[in-house]
T-cell receptor
Framework: DAKTTQPNSMESNEEEPVHLPCNHS???????IHWYRQLPSQGPEYVIH???SNVNNRMASLAIAEDRKSSTLILHRATLRDAAVYYC???????????FGAGTILRVKS | DVKVTQSSRYLVKRTGEKVFLECVQD?????MFWYRQDPGLGLRLIYF???????EKGDIPEGYSVSREKKERFSLILESASTNQTSMYLC??????????????FGQGTRLTVV
């Protein structure tokens, strides 16, 4: 499985945008980029995923580099409820497994 | 609302006991997974199943077994619980197929303490 690299932690102010980076230099052509987050005392929850094009949903945006070796999860206006561990995961097109790395701990200050 | 339900939120068992952790999903998903989560080690895959009676080992299957007799239910079994199996256990499910394009849903977790 291709690996991802994320910063250990990041800090943001409330109401400001947050850009969470992820490097995946060994990504293959059929790997999807998934993001999950885990709020305190809860199981992980799906945030967004993409293959080549940038994606938007109600929770976040995903910006994917043209060479696909990196991506950025964008929270447009961070709230205190966005404080969580964010995981960037590569998932094979016909693979079933989700392999989690260490993720990025996001702290949001009021 | 989609749901993955784990039978217990907290569990305390004695060393040597046989322990069953149950997980039920109501989304007709083919895939089901068991992870454990430990501080500093993150989430690690124990076993997964892509169909009834089918299973595959994950990264840390030693000391565990699983059972999938019905599509909606996936059980994790600790044959003889040991203190190093004290952990948070998380169940997840997802559709099969173009799996890169499907999301997984997680339960709330079971915090197991083996004393």
């Amino acid at each position: 499985d291709a690996k991802t690299t994320q910063p250990n932690s990041m800090e943001s102010n409330e109401e400001e945008p947050v850009h969470l980076p992820c490097n995946h230099s060994t990504i293959s052509g059929t790997d999807y980029i998934h993001w999950y987050r885990q709020l305190p005392s809860q199981g992980p929850e799906y945030v967004i995923h993409g293959l080549t094009s940038n994606v938007n949903n109600r929770m976040a945006s995903l910006a994917i580099a043209e060479d696909r070796k990196s991506s950025t999860l964008i929270l447009h206006r961070a709230t205190l409820r966005d404080a969580a561990v964010y995981y960037c995961i590569l998932k094979r097109e016909y693979g079933n497994k989700l392999v989690f790395g260490a993720g990025t701990i996001l702290r949001v200050k009021s | 609302d989609v749901k993955v339900t784990q039978s217990s939120r907290y569990l305390v068992k004695r060393t040597g006991e046989k322990v069953f952790l149950e997980c039920v999903q109501d989304m007709d998903h083919e895939n089901m997974f068991w992870y454990r989560q430990d501080p500093g080690l993150g989430l690690r895959l124990i076993y997964f199943s892509y169909d009834v009676k089918m299973k595959e080992k994950g990264d840390i299957p030693e000391g565990y077994s699983v059972s999938r007799e019905k599509k909606e239910r996936f059980s994790l079994i600790l044959e003889s619980a040991s203190t190093n199996q004290t952990s948070m256990y998380l169940c997840a499910s997802s559709f099969f197929g173009r799996a890169g394009n499907t999301e997984a849903f997680f339960g709330q977790g079971t915090r197991l303490t083996v004393v």
